[in-house]
C-alpha cells in the first residue's frame, strides 16, 4: 500500500502537475477503486504545503483500470485562497481517465466542534473472531490474505453467505496491517484507500446477497468523503455503515469512521452498482 501511494513526479509541467504511479495486483484483473482514489489524494496533496491538508473530496469512477498497466495523475491547481485550496485530479491509463475527482484543502484552525457519538454496545477487534481466508473463495482468497489491512465484521463478513438479519447497515473494524509513518498525509491517503473496502455491503446485506454469487456483478460510480478529524489509520478503526436506498440497480452507502476513543474521523458516502442474476 505504501508502495502505490508513494507517487513519482513526472516532472513534466504543462498547465497541470503531472505524477505517476503503480497499482497492487488484483485477483479479478481491476484496479481497487480506493487505490486510485487515495493516489489522486496524495497527487493532489504533493501541489500544497503540508499544513494544508484535506478536508474533502468528491469522484468518480469513470473506467475500470488494469493493474498491470501504469497510471498517470494530473493535478489542475484550481484556486488557492488564504485558508482554502482547490484541485483537480484525473487519474490516467492508455490516454484515457479512469477516475476524476475534485477535492478541498485547509489550513487547521479553531472553530465550534461537535460530532455524533459512536454507536454503543459494538463489540471490540478482540471479541470478534479473527478473520478466516480460507472461507473466502478461492479465487479472491489471495487478495484477502495479501491485503494491508485488517478488516472485522459486525456481526459477520458476507463473503460466501449472509448470517443474521438481512438489514442494510453494519459496522467493521479497520486497521492497516503494519504501522505507517508519522506523516498525517499517509494517514489520511490510508483512510481514503480504506474507506472504499466495504461501503458497498450494506446494499449488499440488506437482499442478503453474499460476494460468491454467481452473476453479481458491483462497481462503485461514485465517491465523497469528508476528513474530521486526524488519525492513525496503522490502530483500530469502527466504519458505521448503512444504506438508506436502492433502486435501479445502483445503491446508496453512507459511513461514518470512528476512533476507539470515539472520536468521529471522517464520513463516506457512495453510490454503487449492484446488478443480481434474474436467476
Request: negative net charge; without cysteine; charged residues 20%.
Amino acid at each position: 500500500m505504501l508502495t502505490v501511494l508513494d507517487l513519482r513526479d513526472a516532472g513534466a509541467r504543462t498547465t497541470e502537475d503531472i505524477f505517476t504511479g503503480v497499482s497492487q495486483p488484483m485477483p479479478f484483473g481491476r484496479v481497487y477503486g480506493g487505490q486510485v482514489l487515495a493516489q489522486s489524494i496524495v497527487a493532489a496533496s504533493r501541489t500544497l504545503p503540508p499544513e494544508r491538508a484535506v478536508h474533502s473530496m468528491h469522484g468518480y469512477f469513470l473506467r475500470p483500470g488494469d493493474p498491470r498497466d501504469a497510471l498517470t495523475f494530473s493535478v489542475d491547481r484550481i484556486h488557492d485562497g488564504r485558508s482554502f485550496s482547490t484541485r483537480r485530479t484525473q487519474a490516467f491509463q492508455a490516454g484515457v481517465p479512469i477516475f476524476s475527482m475534485i477535492a478541498s484543502f485547509q489550513d487547521e484552525g479553531p472553530g465550534l466542534e461537535h460530532h455524533e457519538p459512536m454507536p454503543e454496545g459494538v463489540p471490540t477487534p478482540e471479541e470478534l473472531p479473527p478473520f478466516d481466508a480460507s472461507a473466502v473463495h478461492p479465487l479472491s482468497r489471495r487478495m484477502f490474505s495479501d491485503r494491508p489491512v485488517d478488516v472485522l465484521h459486525v456481526p459477520s463478513p458476507i463473503y460466501t453467505e449472509v448470517e443474521g438479519a438481512h438489514v442494510p447497515r453494519q459496522a467493521v473494524w479497520m486497521r492497516a496491517r503494519r504501522a505507517l509513518p508519522d506523516d498525517p498525509a499517509v494517514h489520511r491517503a490510508a483512510l481514503a484507500y480504506l474507506s472504499d473496502l466495504t461501503i458497498q455491503e450494506p446494499i449488499m446485506r440488506a437482499h442478503g446477497i453474499a460476494w460468491s454469487l454467481p452473476g453479481l456483478k458491483v462497481a462503485s460510480l461514485d465517491h465523497a468523503m469528508w476528513w474530521h478529524r486526524l488519525a492513525r489509520v496503522d490502530d483500530w478503526l469502527l466504519y458505521v455503515q448503512e444504506s438508506p436506498n436502492a433502486r435501479g440497480g445502483r445503491g446508496l452507502s453512507t459511513g461514518r469512521i470512528y476512533t476507539r476513543a470515539g472520536e468521529l474521523v471522517a464520513s463516506v458516502a457512495q453510490e454503487v452498482m449492484v446488478r443480481v442474476p434474474r436467476d
